[in-house]
């Protein structure tokens, strides 16, 4: 929170782009702290988020050490109700060839 401070004023009314999990990031800042932007891009965002569920293949591929963090990181929930109001426009971009985490496995 203390890092978030001297910027929280200066969110409202921005646009944020985001790159993969940048995006679940950014999500759970603006619906923690309730920071209303005009819009949010997401660009490979993991589809799982949208979706509601967990990113399985991803947390696989790491470490024990690292799956533990990962894992609780992402399984924060995203209430896409909250998050439309706080940023009335939405993009997100999506690629169905991503070689690190292929589409059909998240």
Avoid: M
Wanted: glycine letters at 4%; charged letters at 20%; proline letters at 7%.
């Amino acid at each position: 929170e203390e890092t978030l401070a001297p910027y929280k004023d200066k969110l409202p009314g921005s646009i944020i782009i985001t790159y993969s999990l940048s995006g679940i990031f950014a999500l759970y800042l603006l619906q923690k702290y309730q920071i209303a932007i005009s819009q949010i891009i997401c660009v490979a965002l993991p589809i799982n988020k949208l979706e509601g569920e967990t990113l399985g293949s991803l947390v696989n591929k790491v470490n024990e050490p690292t799956k533990v963090a990962l894992k609780r990181f992402v399984d924060q929930p995203v209430d896409w109700q909250i998050i439309q109001k706080l940023a009335p426009e939405i993009h997100i971009v999506l690629s169905t060839d991503d070689y690190a985490v292929p589409y059909k496995e998240t």
